[in-house]
């Protein structure tokens, strides 16, 4: 008895004023950046995915569909390297948000672990949370 993978995406209807179609989860943690080869400048990300990422840019100095490289950061550290980055929207003036066309399958790999470990991460703090809300709620019934 095997498992077949099953392929599988979730389409949102297009409201008009964006595409809803995600390849994967969006994540946020503390102390992401990434470094662009080409700004030799470090900008912190405000959400990431296996396919993508979006960082803050003061200077709005980028355009809709530049190319850069970029080297993910996670608390100082290089976790991938060397990723080609397309900026496909600018949000809000300062919201760069690029996909990255072109990755190896290490790279994938790598991304893909970063943002399962967050989700882990955010999940264990979630239950955290919610135990101890049961333990007070719990404490004030005594």
């Given at each position: 008895?095997g498992?077949?993978?099953?392929?599988?995406s979730?389409?949102?209807?297009?409201?008009?004023?964006?595409?809803?179609?995600?390849?994967a989860?969006?994540?946020h943690?503390?102390?992401?950046t990434v470094?662009?080869?080409?700004r030799?400048?470090?900008?912190p990300v405000?959400?990431?995915?296996?396919?993508g990422?979006?960082?803050k840019?003061e200077s709005?100095s980028?355009?809709?569909?530049?190319?850069?490289?970029?080297d993910?950061h996670v608390?100082g550290?290089?976790w991938?390297?060397g990723?080609?980055?397309?900026?496909?929207?600018?949000r809000?003036?300062?919201?760069?948000?690029?996909?990255?066309?072109?990755?190896?399958k290490?790279?994938?790999?790598r991304?893909?672990k970063?943002?399962?470990?967050?989700q882990k991460?955010w999940?264990?703090i979630?239950?955290?949370?919610?135990?101890q809300?049961?333990?007070?709620?719990?404490?004030k019934?005594t």
């Amino acid at each position: 008895m095997g498992i077949e993978p099953l392929d599988f995406s979730v389409e949102y209807p297009n409201d008009g004023h964006r595409d809803h179609h995600r390849r994967a989860v969006r994540v946020h943690l503390p102390g992401l950046t990434v470094w662009l080869l080409e700004r030799e400048a470090f900008y912190p990300v405000v959400d990431l995915s296996t396919f993508g990422l979006a960082f803050k840019d003061e200077s709005k100095s980028f355009q809709s569909g530049q190319t850069v490289t970029v080297d993910v950061h996670v608390q100082g550290k290089v976790w991938v390297a060397g990723l080609d980055a397309k900026i496909v929207t600018i949000r809000d003036g300062i919201l760069v948000a690029c996909t990255f066309p072109n990755m190896s399958k290490l790279q994938e790999q790598r991304m893909d672990k970063l943002s399962l470990e967050i989700q882990k991460r955010w999940i264990k703090i979630r239950k955290f949370q919610k135990q101890q809300g049961e333990d007070e709620a719990n404490a004030k019934q005594t």
